[in-house]
């Protein structure tokens, strides 16, 4: 059973920066990607970034691309995202699912699907204008 924990989340000023963690164990063999994701209470959850195993290039969201980055420790399976220049709009709680890269894939592709249910408790960031 895969358990992860995220961490990291606080409160900046608009332009600041936060790097957010996410602690993955028990993760079947095999290549495996980490997508973060991010809600809004009221709002739709929506697909931030993901990476995987297999290299260092991500995918972003195009409203963070060239602000975010995600990164992925293999050997420590700790995911990261450090997020820059930040804006008042990615105030948000957010997010990681590790998982297989098919499982990655479809949460990417639809964000606001139901089949995946793990969620874990996510963690806020707030950005001040």
């Known amino acids: 059973e895969v358990h992860f924990v995220e961490s990291g989340g606080g409160t900046v000023q608009s332009g600041g920066s936060l790097r957010l963690s996410c602690a993955v164990s028990?993760?079947?063999?095999?290549?495996?990607?980490v997508g973060w994701f991010r809600r809004v209470p009221g709002k739709e959850r929506e697909a931030v970034s993901m990476i995987t195993n297999l290299g260092p290039l991500g995918s972003y969201a195009e409203s963070v691309k060239g602000r975010f980055a995600a990164s992925l420790d293999n050997a420590k399976k700790l995911a990261s995202l450090q997020m820059n220049h930040l804006k008042p709009e990615d105030t948000a709680v957010y997010y990681c699912?590790?998982?297989?890269?098919?499982?990655?894939?479809?949460?990417?592709?639809?964000?606001?699907?139901?089949?995946?249910?793990?969620w874990g408790q996510g963690t806020q960031v707030t950005v001040s204008a």
């Open positions: 028990g993760l079947p063999s095999g290549d495996y990607a």
């Open positions: 699912v590790p998982g297989s890269l098919t499982l990655l894939f479809n949460l990417w592709m639809n964000p606001r699907s139901t089949d995946y249910d793990s």
